[in-house]
Nanobody, 122 residues
Framework: QVQLVESGGRLVQTGDSLRLSCVGS????????MGWFRQAPGKEREFVAV????????YYGESVKGRFTVSRDNAKNTVYLQMDSLKPEDTAAYYC???????????????WGQGTQVTVSS
């Protein structure tokens, strides 16, 4: 089992950068693909990024490609989401999730964090 805790969300301005962290507990962290999703009020949860469990290969949603970077430090049981050139439309609750495959489908993830709020002002 994996327990996940996100942090780093806050109010920022358009064009700012922000780094989110997700710390996992449990031995399964290093063998899990780690994804980031986000959900804005009134909208469905959206895939943001994922990093695979072994090769470190990463994939991104179209709306964040080129601006966000996902990375992981298995020694610290932590996955990061570096967000640059933030836009108001990036405002959402951001969730990390652990799963067996590097997928954009939230159904492929078994464990979820509680979320951290990112608000980008214009």
């Amino acid at each position: 089992q994996v327990q996940l805790v996100e942090s780093g969300g806050r109010l920022v301005q358009t064009g700012d950068s922000l780094r989110l962290s997700c710390v996992g507990s449990g031995r399964a962290f290093s063998s899990s693909s780690m994804g980031w999703f986000r959900q804005a009020p009134g909208k469905e949860r959206e895939f943001v990024a994922v990093i695979s469990r072994y090769s470190g290969t990463s994939y991104y949603g179209e709306s964040v490609k080129g601006r966000f970077t996902v990375s992981r430090d298995n020694a610290k049981n932590t996955v990061y989401l570096q967000m640059d050139s933030l836009k108001p439309e990036d405002t959402a609750a951001y969730y990390c999730a652990a799963g067996g495959v590097a997928s954009a489908n939230q159904k492929d993830y078994d464990y979820w964090g509680q979320g951290t709020q990112v608000t980008v002002s214009s």
